[in-house]
């Protein structure tokens, strides 16, 4: 099990940028993939990025290109850059562990979660 604290959210207008972070506790960091998931009002939790134990990395369609998934595994942190955000891109966004390598696109694959952090973009 690791523990996991998001941080880096807030509000920003449309075509700006946020930088998310997600330290974790315990000295297996390495071994485990990580994912970036959001969830809006009224909606599911989807995920938005993760990156495998080896670095190999996923992206759902509505972020490539704007996003990037990155982790120091030294620092037992994740990352996710945020680019050129847009309104639609607003919502709790949380991060997730899970012990194999190998990417889940379903909640269900992550056994340990964050609280989240808000991200708010404005038109």
Known sequence: ???LVESGGGSVQAGGSL???CA??????SSYTMGWFRQAPGKERDI???ITRSAGTYYADSV???FTISRDNA????YLQMNSLKPEDTAVYYCA???????????QGYADWG???????SS
């Open 19 to 21: 930088r998310l972070s």
């Open 115 to 121: 609280q989240g952090t808000q991200v708010t973009v």
């Open 1 to 3: 099990q690791v523990q």
């Open 64 to 66: 490539k290109g704007r």
């Open 97 to 107: 562990a899970r012990q194999w390598n190998g990417v889940s696109l379903a909640p």
């Open 75 to 78: 620092e037992n942190t994740v």
């Open 24 to 29: 974790a506790s315990g000295n297996t960091f």
């Open 48 to 50: 938005v990025a993760a």
